[in-house]
């Protein structure tokens, strides 16, 4: 819910879906000619791609905001096996096991068999356990399991995690239907609300209950009718033991002790040099929650956590997401160490200062305008570290804390991961798809140079202006009730429909925000190609439209197409059998623009559900079959992988006499290597967990 993901075929900047604040970089650098040779994506394997991202601006940083950094990192990567052991029981004996064999198999590392070994521990390690980390089904190995045996057998039986006197045959035994099985713990998460989720579960938050025990055991303890109800069950796993169900806390002397120790003792060192009051006394009440596994200091860590807007470094590090959990009750570990950007914080606010302007000079219905707009702050981040739930694999934006309570009554802090963001964004630039789908050389040239600024924009006016902007007559009800199913599309192409009206607006380059109206070319471009061709790689054969962001996107781009006709705004083009759309007036592809936002507002503004039902239906939800087929093939040609995987950078401390006087970053190009550095660097807690 609060996570913003890149969807799959990410690494397209234009199918981002994010709802979230804005992911911004400052234009600087995109309006220089300066090429950037770090290389973003360094391996592809399977479904997955196997990027990096840059920290930039971390030199600015003052010395003992680098040190509070580096205590904040450490105390990250301290809890990586926590979730390895939430995934599944037998994760790390498995990853202990797989890792034994690529440091120390003396065989043949040639042949086919240890090829498809390895992307099958590289897979393991992307998804932090055995199940694919998006469709949550066990991965199932393309190697005989009689090979997995040589390997095993072929290995140093010091590093193997043997249990209590087990044998090397008894490990390999033990494993062997775990990994080739397809019917031995075959998901992750099971959402079939048809069976007990609980046992249909591999997941590691439950034993020896049923759904039916669980959902009994938190309704009992759940003060009914409590306005700030904690969030139950977050911190402990629930097992029978001895007939009795109990829950077993994550915390120091409980469950996960060996690694939450090691994480409060870096978050006590974070602590003594913290940057600002707000900041000290949010660390410290994390720790508490740690040492005592209250979850009601947890909510009052939230609290604290939420307030402190003013800190240059800022921590997520704790039991936060619970799409672990089929319950939706057990967080799954995960820590994410950043810094705000400075230079797009700017931007925003350069943004948000206008609010009023673009409110008074859009092209919507006077009656429908507000007269007072309060602009939304949003903070951008570069990211230092990822680990747990949000690594190798990471959300583009998290907006938290999750507890509804603590939502409304003391607000959300909503940030969007530049760095994180930019790295997709240049992948996108050279994967071949602008190539493909753009019809001339201009149309690419002029999207290598502006598309990242375009985006950024594009998704800063979406967020911070676009939701925010008009207002709904006297006497007309909640867009949810008037407009029903069709609400958030419409919601969605308004808030894209002021993007785009203002991203063409010399205002943009005025106020500091864009260097020149190419950006918004690159805007328009991308929007059209993406809208009537590539987002329908996503789409199944012979699917409609469901996805309400993809929707709004066709509806807008077909309404603009068949608008716009008889001036031929935008033609159609085949070349050599190839489709293509081209953009030939863009003035006049504004005032399109702006004649649809008109017509949507006032569809809201009224309540008007069969105008929204009509350009719904018409415009967002079919698709021509052969056109679908035509671009799902020529993007299969592409081989894009679907998923991303992040190496993360790594911080060095420099110390004189003792203490650490600054911190250098250096960037790692072997994924593998890292997981072996992880591995051997943070691996506190004992193979199985009890
Ligand atoms: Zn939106």
């Known amino acids: 819910m609060k996570k913003i993901e890149l969807l799959i075929c990410a690494g397209m900047a234009t199918l981002i879906l994010s709802c979230g604040p804005g992911k911004q970089q400052g234009y600087k650098n995109d309006d220089s000619d300066v090429l950037d040779t770090f290389k973003y994506q360094t391996e592809q394997f399977a479904d997955i791609k196997v990027l990096r991202y840059k920290i930039p601006q971390f030199e600015s940083l003052k010395p003992t905001q680098k040190e509070l950094i580096y205590y904040l990192y450490q105390a990250a990567l301290a809890g990586r096996d926590i979730l390895w052991d939430q995934n599944y029981k037998y994760n790390l004996m498995i990853r202990r096991t797989l890792e034994a064999v690529v440091n120390t198999y003396k065989g043949n590392k040639n042949c086919e068999n240890y090829k498809n070994f390895m992307i099958y521990t590289k897979k393991v390690w992307v998804s932090n356990g055995i199940h694919h980390h998006y469709s949550m089904d066990k991965m199932m190995p393309e190697f005989p399991q009689e090979y997995f045996a040589e390997l095993v057998k072929n290995t140093d039986k010091k590093e193997l995690p043997l249990e209590n006197g087990q044998t090397v045959d008894g490990l390999i035994e033990f494993l062997t239907p775990i990994l080739f099985d397809p019917d031995v713990d075959n998901k ?27 959902e009994a055991f938190y309704s009992k303890i759940v003060k009914k009718n409590d306005p700030k109800p904690v969030s139950y069950g977050l911190n402990s796993k629930l097992v029978k033991e001895n007939g009795k169900i109990v829950e077993k806390t994550w915390k120091v002397g409980g469950l996960y002790t060996q690694a939450i120790e090691k994480i409060v003792f870096w978050l006590e060192k974070a602590i003594g040099v913290s940057e600002s009051a707000p900041q000290k006394a949010a660390l410290e009440k994390l720790v508490e929650f740690y040492r005592t596994g209250d979850l009601k200091v947890f909510d009052e860590y939230c609290i604290l956590w939420t307030k402190d807007t003013e800190s240059m470094v800022d921590v997520v590090n704790g039991f936060i997401e619970v799409y672990g959990d089929p319950l939706g009750k057990k967080g799954s570990f995960e820590s994410m160490v ?16 206008n609010a009023q302007w673009f409110e008074n000079n859009s092209p919507i219905d006077d009656q429908y305008k507000r007269k007072q707009v309060k602009g939304v702050t949003a903070k951008a981040i570069n990211v230092v570290v990822e680990s747990g739930d949000c690594s190798p694999s990471t959300p583009i934006g998290v907006n938290l804390p999750n507890a509804d309570w603590i939502r409304s009554e003391y607000g959300s802090k909503s940030v969007s991961m530049a760095n994180i963001m930019y790295s997709y964004d240049e992948v996108t630039k050279s994967n071949g798809a602008l190539e493909e789908f753009a019809y001339s050389k201009q149309e690419v040239a002029i999207a290598k140079k502006y598309s990242t600024i375009a985006d950024n924009i594009t998704t800063d006016m979406h967020e911070v202006i676009g939701h925010g902007s008009g207002q709904i007559k006297d006497g007309v009800g909640d867009p949810s009730e008037t407009l029903k199913s069709y609400a958030s599309t419409l919601e969605e192409a308004r808030a894209d429909l002021v993007a785009l009206y203002y991203i063409y607006d010399k205002k943009l380059i005025d106020i500091g925000v864009m260097p020149n109206l190419k950006v918004g070319r690159a805007e328009y471009d991308k929007y059209i190609r993406n809208g009537l061709l590539t987002q329908l790689v996503r789409l199944e054969t012979g699917k409609n439209l469901e996805e309400s962001h993809m929707r709004n996107r066709q509806l807008i781009c077909k309404w603009v197409y068949e608008k716009g006709e008889p001036e031929n705004v935008i033609e159609k083009k085949i070349k050599n059998g190839k489709t293509f759309f081209v953009i030939n007036d863009y003035q ?45 093939e020529r993007w299969k040609k592409l081989n894009i992988a679907p998923y991303a995987a992040f190496i993360n950078p790594v911080l060095v401390p420099i110390m004189k006499d003792g203490k650490i006087v600054d911190v250098k970053v250096e960037y790692p190009k072997d994924f593998t290597q890292q997981m072996l550095d992880y591995a051997k660097n943070y691996s506190f807690l004992p193979t199985i967990n009890k």
């Open 188 to 214: 992750r998460v099971n959402l079939d609300a048809e069976q007990d989720m609980i046992k249909g579960s591999a997941n590691n938050f439950y034993e020896g209950v049923t759904q039916k025990e669980a």
């Open 338 to 353: 950043s810094f705000r950007d400075v230079e797009t914080t700017k931007r925003v606010q350069a943004i948000c200062s």
């Open 588 to 632: 006049k592809l504004r005032k399109l623009f702006g004649q649809l936002l008109k017509e949507i507002q006032r569809i809201k503004s009224e309540g008007d559900y069969e105008a929204g039902k009509a350009l719904v239906e018409y415009y967002g939800v079919k698709v021509d079959p052969s056109l679908h087929k035509e671009v799902k």
